[in-house]
């Protein structure tokens, strides 16, 4: 049986507590709760099913890779939109995560089934598919006025996969330490 995985970045604790609270914001004055089945994440690889011995030759090649990556900061700013469907946390990117997005990409393409031609915009999402569009716009006017600010290092990458309708970590890969 095929299951659907994808690979991501995730904050730590804490920030995914702060993250969350405004997914709930979202599920409670829009409506929007799609967001809350996976944890706060920069996705580098969008979701893919996979074969149990896929996924295996797929961790395999993220565990070699993965530890000779140097660990990276990365910044959060303010909220953003994809008009009219989508709030997010915006990602200010930098050549580090543009780089281990593309290389993991890269060594990982003899395996994706889609590949996503736009261009890399890094994000983390607070409100997407479950949001109408009419609680779109109730929700950016919301959320645009909401400073937001944070960091954090990422030291290591992650594999989730999709059980019970909730996004599950699978697996962590260490960068280089």
Known sequence: MDNLYFIALLPPEDLQFSVNQFKEIAWEKFHSRQAL??????????PQRWKAST???????????????IPF??????FGAFVPRVVYIQVVSTPALETIHQECN???KPYLEKIDPRP??????????????SAFYR????????????????????????????WKV???????Q
């Open 37 to 46: 089945k996976s944890p706060p994440h920069i996705t580098l690889v969008p």
């Open 55 to 69: 996924a295996a030759m797929v961790k395999k090649k993220m565990q070699n890779w993965a530890g000779g990556q």
């Open 73 to 78: 900061s990365i910044q959060l700013q303010d």
């Open 106 to 108: 890269q060594i990982l």
């Open 120 to 133: 890399y915009h890094p994000h983390m999402t607070i409100a997407f598919k479950d949001l109408s569009q």
């Open 139 to 166: 929700a950016w006017d919301y959320f645009r006025q909401i400073p937001f600010t944070s960091s954090f290092r990422v030291d290591s990458i992650t594999l989730l996969i999709h059980q019970e309708g909730r």
């Open 170 to 176: 699978e697996d962590n890969w260490l960068l280089r």
